[in-house]
């Protein structure tokens, strides 16, 4: 199990979306994959939850968090080699390991939260909560977006994780996003 939540080596720079549901996360992915001309790895929790929704109307349980994680990993994984010099990750371990604390009191099982805090990132982007909240089969957090927010912020804080607050509509986002990558790069 171990092996499968491991990050494979690279020298690409990795970017990760961070952040509460529904603050635009996914839609940043592809934009900026595609301005990068790259692949953009997406969160594999939500294929995986949707499913389990649609077959046996039930949402997450502590007992997927494994599986949501292994099958994040293999997504990274497997996108790793196939990106130029940027991955962009619409989502990381750790914020698996953010949505096991806030759902699950607190707990969050040994073995992903060694990946979550092991596997490593050039920057996070955390998305700010000052886009509409949209519903959807999953999301259910619409009046504790303020919450959330606060504790992804704290979480890479705590962490020491290098991260920027993005704001405001998609173009103002992209654009700052693209300033910090593009500083990567040239670094």
């Known amino acids: 199990m171990e092996e499968k939540l491991k990050q494979e080596p690279s020298d690409i720079i990795k ?19 595609r301005h990068y001309n790259t692949v953009w790895v997406p969160e594999y929790a939500r294929e995986y939850l949707q499913e389990k929704w649609n077959n046996e109307r039930k949402t997450c349980e502590p007992k997927d968090l494994l599986p949501i994680a ?17 991955l962009i990750c619409d989502t990381d371990l750790l914020e698996t390991k953010v949505y096991s604390e806030a759902y699950y009191i607190g707990n969050c099982d040994p ?14 982007f955390l998305t700010y909560i000052d886009i ?15 919450q959330m927010f606060s504790y992804f912020k704290q979480t890479l804080e705590k962490y020491g994780r290098k ?3 993005l ?9 700052t996003a693209v300033e910090h990558i593009d500083n990567l790069l040239q670094s």
């Open 15 to 33: 970017i990760v979306l961070f952040g509460p549901e529904s603050t635009g996360k996914t839609t940043l992915s592809e934009q900026l994959a």
């Open 70 to 86: 292994v099958g994040q990993m293999n997504l990274e994984n497997e996108l790793t080699s196939k990106a130029t010099d940027v």
């Open 111 to 124: 073995i992903l939260e060694k990946y979550a805090l092991e596997n490593t990132y050039n920057l996070y």
């Open 132 to 146: 509409p909240w949209e519903a959807d089969d999953l999301r259910d957090k619409p009046n504790e977006r303020e």
């Open 163 to 165: 991260f920027v607050i």
């Open 167 to 175: 704001k405001g509509d998609k173009r103002t986002r992209l654009k």
